[in-house]
C-alpha cells in the first residue's frame, strides 16, 4: 500500500531515535570523481574513465592506485573533522561515486555539509524486498533456448548479479552440474564469503560470488545476527527465490507437502550466480548497504543486476526522483556496460505507485500468467462455493460434517487468541474435530504474517480432521489470497459473499440450546481437487499489485516525461527455490520451494531473459538490450485479445480492464522475438545526462553532484531521449519528438505508420527508411491537440519491416490548452 512520502520518513525519523539515539548513518559524496569517470589531472594518477558501455579494468595499475587515494581523502577529511572514535566509517565508494557511508550524529552531519570539497550529506534511508511454469509459458525451450545450444548452454560465460537477502547454496537449483560443471571464469572477480559455522565456502562453480553487506544495518541497530545471519545465508527466502527465478538450474522437481507441481528452470539456467546480500527480513535494507552491494558487484565484473528491491517511497533526499545516490550508483553501473532490471514496486493497482524512475533501469511490472490454481466447497444443500487451495480432495462421493472453530473450543481455553484462526490445536475439542472438517475464519493476522493457512493445516492434521475451511467475512480492497500447498483437503473462500452464503448454511444445519452451546452439528460438505492447475487463454494479465504510472520526477509527484513501467513480465503465482531457514512466508517454512507474487518475481525473469540476448549480442549496450525486450513485447494475450489489467471496483470485489502503458509499459515480454528485434533505440551515459539536464526544475548543480559533469548538452524537451517509448506529460499545441533507430541486422525497408486516441493527432516522418546493417537513421513524431479531456492518451507507432522484423513504440500523452 502506498504511503505519503511525509509518512513514510516520519516513521523512520522516529524508528532512528528509538534505536540509535544520536546518531545515523549518512551517505556523503564529494568533488572530484569516481574512478569510472576520472579523465586525468591529478598528478601522478592516470585516467580511469570508460567510454559508455565499456567494462571497468579493475585489475589496472591505474585504477587501483586512484581507488586508494580516493579512500584516503575519504579517511583524511573524516579525521581532519572529528576525534577518532566520535564516529564510524562504514563504506567507502569509489568505482561509482566518490563518496562513503559513515555514522555519525546530525551535528557532525552539518559539519560535513559545511566542509570544503563536501558535494551532498544525505540521511541514509530504507528499502524493501518488492515482494517453474513461466519457460514454458513464455515459450523460451522450444523458442528460444536451442537457438543458444539448449537449456545446457542458455546464459553460458554470463554472471548475474543479485542485490537481495542472499542465497541458499545446498538447494539443487544452485548446484554445479555433475554431467556438465562448471570451469573457471577468469571475467569475474568476485569473492566467496565462507560460513561462519561450516567454514564451507557459499561458491561452487555455479554460484561464482557471495558476499554480504550490513555495515548500515548494524550501525542503525536493525542487524540481528541470529536471524539476519552475518554471512549471504538466506535467512528469508526472498534471495533464493529471485536468483532461481533468473538463473536457477533447468528441470528441478518441485515438491511440496508430499505433491509433485512439475519442474522448475531459471529463464538462463547455465548463467552464473553473484549474491550481495544486502536485504534483511525484518527490515529490509539500508541505502548505503545497497550502494555498497551494486558499487562491488561493477568492481567484481558482473554482466546483468538483478534488484528485486526499492524504496519505499519517492526519496525526499533530493528534488527529483531521478537523481539519489541510490539511482546515480544504478547510472553509473550501466556506464560500465551493466543492464539493470529492477522490480516496479507493488504499490498498484492505485496511480503513481512506481518505486523505479530512471531511464537507465528496466522497470519490470509483473503480469499473472496462464496458470490459474482453483478449488470448490460444495455444501450439503447443493451449492458449490469456489475457492483457492492446493489440497487434495476430501473422499469422493461423501460428504463430512463441518465444526466450526469457535464452536468446539475447550472450556478451559482462555480467549486472549482468537481460536477462529485455528492456529492452536490445544485450545480446541479432538472428540469434536476428529473426522469432520474444520471450519475457521480468515483473519487480519493471516496479513500480519502472525497467523498461516500451514498452521491451521497442521492443527487439522493434529486433531484428526478430515480437512478444514477458512472463510474470508471482511476483506480489504487489494488483498491478495495466494493458494498455498498442504498435505490435507483444505480450501480458502476468498469471497465474503460466498463465506455468507457458507455461515448462513452452517448457523441454519446447526441446532444450539437457550445457551448457544451447539446440541448437534448437521452442515455438511466435500473438498474438492486443488492440486491442478487450469490454463487460461485470458493471460498474460496485469496482477492487482502491480505498481502503476505515471512515473514521476520529484516526490511532490509531479508526472515524467518518461514512460515506466517499461515492461510486463510473470510476476503472480511463481513456483521457484526457498531457503528452508527462510522466514518471510510463514506457510513455506522448512519447505525448499515456496510459490509467491510480487514484481520482485517479475524483475528476474527480465534480468535471465537479458542475459541471453548479452550471451547471443555479447557487444549489446544496457540500453540496446531494453530496446530489444520493449520494441518486441506484446500487448495482446494468449487469446489474441488486448491484455487486461486487474483492478478493484471500489467493493471486495476484482474487476478487469483494458491495460494501458501505465500498466504493462511496451506490453509483455516475448523472448524469442527480443533475440532479434531488427532495429534498437540505442542511448548512453551522455544521452542520460541530456536528459536530466533537460528535465525542467532539476538543479545543475546538483547534476554535478552526483555525476562530476557539467550541464553541456540538452535534448531540447526530456521526451526526446532516445527511449523505446514516448510520453509527453504536458502537450499545449503541437510538439514534435526524435528518435534515432539502430539496424542491428541485415538491410531492411521499414514502414512508419502510428495511431492515437482521438483526443491526440500523430503523424510520422519520414514515412518509410531503408537502413544498412549497422546503420542509424532519424524520424520524427508530431503531436498535436486536439481536444482536452484531464486524461492521458494511448497511442503507439510501428516499424514494420520487408524481412519481417516489427518495432513497437508505446505513445503516451496528456493535451493542455497552455
Known amino acids: 500500500m502506498m504511503k505519503t512520502a511525509e509518512s513514510v520518513f516520519k516513521v523512520m525519523i522516529l524508528l532512528g531515535v528509538l534505536v540509535i539515539a544520536k546518531s545515523e548513518v549518512y551517505i556523503v559524496t564529494l568533488e572530484g570523481e569516481p574512478?569510472?569517470?576520472?579523465?586525468?589531472?591529478?598528478?601522478?594518477?592516470?585516467?580511469?574513465?570508460?567510454?559508455?558501455?565499456?567494462?571497468?579494468?579493475?585489475?589496472?595499475?591505474?585504477?587501483?592506485?586512484?581507488?586508494?587515494?580516493?579512500?584516503?581523502?575519504?579517511?583524511?577529511?573524516?579525521?581532519?573533522?572529528?576525534?577518532?572514535?566520535?564516529?564510524?566509517k562504514l563504506y567507502s565508494y569509489k568505482h561509482l561515486i566518490n563518496g562513503f557511508a559513515v555514522h555519525i550524529s546530525p551535528e557532525q552531519a552539518e559539519m560535513l555539509r559545511r566542509a570544503p570539497g563536501v558535494k551532498?550529506?544525505?540521511?541514509?534511508?530504507?528499502?524493501?524486498?518488492?515482494?517453474?511454469?513461466?519457460?514454458?509459458?513464455?515459450?523460451?525451450?522450444?523458442?528460444?533456448?536451442?537457438?543458444?545450444?539448449?537449456?545446457?548452454?542458455?546464459?553460458?560465460?554470463?554472471?548475474?548479479g543479485f542485490v537481495d537477502s542472499g542465497i541458499y547454496p545446498n538447494h539443487p537449483s544452485f548446484q554445479n552440474q555433475i554431467t556438465e560443471p562448471y570451469g573457471p571464469l577468469p571475467k569475474y572477480r568476485g569473492k566467496c564469503e565462507a560460513d561462519p559455522d561450516t567454514k564451507k565456502s557459499f561458491c561452487n562453480g555455479k554460484i561464482v560470488g557471495a558476499q554480504h553487506f550490513a555495515a548500515a544495518a548494524t550501525a542503525a541497530g536493525a542487524f540481528n545476527p541470529s536471524v539476519d545471519f552475518a554471512s549471504p545465508l538466506d535467512g528469508d527466502g526472498h534471495g533464493s527465490h529471485t536468483a532461481a527465478i533468473a538463473a536457477g538450474n533447468n528441470g528441478i522437481p518441485v515438491q511440496v507437502q508430499g505433491y509433485d507441481f512439475g519442474k522448475a528452470s531459471g529463464m538462463a539456467p547455465r548463467a552464473r550466480i553473484a549474491v550481495y546480500k544486502a536485504l534483511y527480513r525484518m527490515f529490509g535494507g539500508f541505502v548505503a548497504d545497497v550502494v555498497a552491494a551494486i558499487d562491488q558487484a561493477v568492481y567484481d565484473g558482473v554482466d546483468i543486476l538483478n534488484l528485486s528491491v526499492g524504496p519505499n517511497s519517492p526519496p525526499a533526499t533530493t528534488k527529483t526522483t531521478f537523481l539519489n545516490p541510490f539511482d546515480a550508483?544504478?547510472?553509473?553501473?550501466?556506464?560500465?556496460?551493466?543492464?539493470?532490471?529492477?522490480?516496479?514496486?507493488?504499490?498498484?493497482?492505485?496511480?503513481?505507485?512506481?518505486?523505479?524512475?530512471?531511464?537507465?533501469?528496466?522497470?519490470?511490472?509483473?503480469?499473472?500468467?496462464?496458470?490459474?490454481?482453483?478449488?470448490?466447497?460444495?455444501?450439503?444443500?447443493?451449492?458449490?462455493?469456489?475457492?483457492?487451495?492446493?489440497?487434495?480432495?476430501t473422499s469422493p462421493k461423501q460428504k463430512f460434517t463441518l465444526v466450526a472453530a469457535n464452536d468446539v473450543m475447550l472450556d478451559s481455553s482462555t480467549t486472549k487468541?482468537?481460536?477462529?484462526?485455528?492456529?492452536?490445536?490445544?485450545?480446541?475439542?479432538?472428540?469434536?474435530?476428529?473426522?469432520?472438517?474444520?471450519?475457521?475464519?480468515?483473519?487480519?493476522?493471516?496479513?500480519?504474517?502472525?497467523?498461516?493457512?500451514?498452521?491451521?493445516?497442521?492443527?487439522?492434521?493434529?486433531?484428526?480432521?478430515?480437512?478444514?475451511?477458512?472463510?474470508?467475512?471482511?476483506?480489504s480492497p487489494g488483498t491478495k489470497y495466494q493458494p498455498v500447498?498442504?498435505?490435507?483437503?483444505?480450501?480458502?473462500?476468498?469471497?465474503?459473499?460466498?463465506?455468507?452464503?457458507?455461515?448462513?448454511?452452517?448457523?441454519?444445519?446447526?441446532?444450539?440450546?437457550?445457551?448457544?452451546?451447539?446440541?448437534?452439528?448437521?452442515?455438511t460438505g466435500s473438498i474438492g481437487d486443488g492440486l491442478q492447475p487450469i490454463l487460461h487463454k485470458s493471460a498474460p494479465m496485469v496482477a492487482l499489485f502491480s505498481a502503476r504510472g505515471p512515473n514521476i520526477k520529484d516526490y511532490k509527484f509531479e508526472d515524467a516525461d518518461l514512460l515506466k513501467p517499461d515492461i510486463l513480465a510473470p510476476g503472480?503465482?511463481?513456483?521457484?527455490?526457498?531457503?528452508?531457514?527462510?522466514?518471510?512466508?510463514?506457510?513455506?517454512?522448512?519447505?525448499?520451494?515456496?510459490?509467491?507474487?510480487?514484481?520482485?518475481?517479475?524483475?528476474?525473469?527480465?534480468?535471465?531473459?537479458?542475459?541471453?540476448?548479452?550471451?547471443?549480442?555479447?557487444?549489446?549496450?544496457?540500453?540496446?538490450?531494453?530496446?530489444?525486450?520493449?520494441?518486441?513485447?506484446?500487448?495482446?494475450?494468449?487469446?489474441?485479445?488486448?491484455?487486461?489489467?486487474?483492478?478493484?471496483?471500489?467493493?471486495?470485489?476484482?474487476?478487469?480492464?483494458?491495460?494501458?502503458?501505465?500498466?504493462?509499459?511496451s506490453g509483455h515480454v516475448n523472448p524469442r522475438a527480443a533475440l532479434d528485434p531488427g532495429l534498437v533505440f540505442d542511448a548512453g551515459y551522455e544521452d542520460y545526462l541530456g536528459f536530466l539536464c533537460t528535465t525542467p526544475g532539476i538543479d545543475s548543480h546538483e547534476i554535478g553532484n552526483y555525476t562530476h559533469r557539467p550541464?553541456?548538452?540538452?535534448?531540447?524537451?526530456?521526451?526526446?531521449?532516445?527511449?523505446?517509448?514516448?510520453?509527453?506529460?504536458?502537450?499545449?499545441?503541437?510538439?514534435?519528438?526524435?528518435?534515432?533507430?539502430?539496424?542491428?541486422?541485415?538491410?531492411?525497408?521499414?514502414?512508419?505508420?502510428?495511431?492515437?486516441?482521438?483526443?491526440?493527432?500523430?503523424?510520422?516522418?519520414p514515412s518509410a527508411i531503408t537502413i544498412g546493417p549497422g546503420a542509424s537513421q532519424k524520424f520524427t513524431v508530431t503531436l498535436t491537440v486536439r481536444s482536452t479531456t484531464d486524461a492521458y492518451s494511448f497511442g503507439e507507432v510501428l516499424l514494420k519491416g520487408n524481412r519481417g522484423h516489427k518495432v513497437r513504440l508505446p505513445v503516451v500523452a496528456m493535451g493542455y490548452d497552455r
Open 572 to 665: 503472480s503465482l511463481i513456483w521457484a527455490s526457498w531457503s528452508p531457514n527462510g522466514t518471510d512466508e510463514a506457510n513455506y517454512q522448512g519447505e525448499s520451494f515456496a510459490m509467491i507474487s510480487g514484481t520482485s518475481m517479475a524483475a528476474p525473469h527480465i534480468a535471465g531473459i537479458a542475459a541471453l540476448i548479452k550471451q547471443k549480442h555479447p557487444h549489446w549496450s544496457p540500453a540496446a538490450i531494453k530496446s530489444a525486450l520493449m520494441t518486441t513485447s506484446t500487448t495482446l494475450d494468449r487469446g489474441a485479445r488486448p491484455i487486461l489489467a486487474q483492478q478493484n471496483s471500489g467493493s471486495d470485489t476484482m474487476t478487469f480492464v483494458q491495460a494501458t502503458p501505465f500498466d504493462y509499459g
Open 35 to 88: 574512478v569510472i569517470s576520472y579523465t586525468g589531472g591529478i598528478n601522478g594518477f592516470e585516467a580511469t574513465a570508460v567510454e559508455s558501455d565499456e567494462t571497468l579494468d579493475v585489475t589496472s595499475d591505474s585504477v587501483i592506485s586512484y581507488s586508494q587515494h580516493l579512500e584516503e581523502r575519504h579517511d583524511t577529511l573524516l579525521e581532519t573533522l572529528f576525534d577518532d572514535g566520535n564516529y564510524k
Open 485 to 523: 500447498p498442504v498435505s490435507v483437503p483444505g480450501i480458502l473462500i476468498t469471497d465474503a459473499s460466498n463465506s455468507e452464503v457458507l455461515i448462513d448454511y452452517y448457523n441454519i444445519s446447526t441446532s444450539r440450546d437457550w445457551t448457544g452451546r451447539v446440541k448437534s452439528f448437521k452442515a
Open 329 to 393: 550508483t544504478l547510472l553509473s553501473a550501466v556506464k560500465a556496460g551493466i543492464f539493470v532490471a529492477q522490480a516496479s514496486g507493488n504499490g498498484g493497482p492505485m496511480p503513481k505507485s512506481i518505486v523505479s524512475y530512471s531511464p537507465w533501469i528496466a522497470s519490470v511490472a509483473a503480469a499473472v500468467d496462464d496458470r490459474r490454481y482453483k478449488n470448490h466447497l460444495t455444501l450439503g444443500n447443493g451449492k458449490i462455493l469456489a475457492g483457492i487451495g492446493l489440497s487434495p480432495a
Open 711 to 765: 550541464c553541456n548538452y540538452t535534448l531540447g524537451h526530456p521526451y526526446n531521449l532516445n527511449s523505446p517509448s514516448i510520453a509527453v506529460s504536458h502537450l499545449v499545441g503541437t510538439q514534435t519528438v526524435t528518435r534515432t533507430v539502430t539496424n542491428v541486422d541485415e538491410e531492411e525497408t521499414y514502414t512508419i505508420t502510428a495511431r492515437m486516441a482521438p483526443a491526440i493527432a500523430i503523424e510520422t516522418s
Open 120 to 160: 551532498s550529506v544525505d540521511r541514509d534511508w530504507k528499502v524493501k524486498k518488492l515482494t517453474t511454469h513461466t519457460p514454458q509459458f513464455l515459450g523460451l525451450p522450444t523458442g528460444v533456448w536451442p537457438t543458444g545450444g539448449g537449456f545446457d548452454r542458455a546464459g553460458e560465460e554470463i554472471v548475474i
Open 417 to 475: 487468541s482468537s481460536p477462529s484462526d485455528c492456529q492452536r490445536p490445544e485450545v480446541l475439542n479432538g472428540n469434536l474435530v476428529k473426522g469432520n472438517i474444520l471450519l475457521c475464519g480468515y483473519s487480519f493476522n493471516f496479513e500480519s504474517g502472525s497467523a498461516s493457512i500451514k498452521k491451521v493445516s497442521e492443527t487439522a492434521k493434529s486433531l484428526g480432521a478430515i480437512g478444514f475451511v477458512l472463510a474470508v467475512e471482511n476483506a
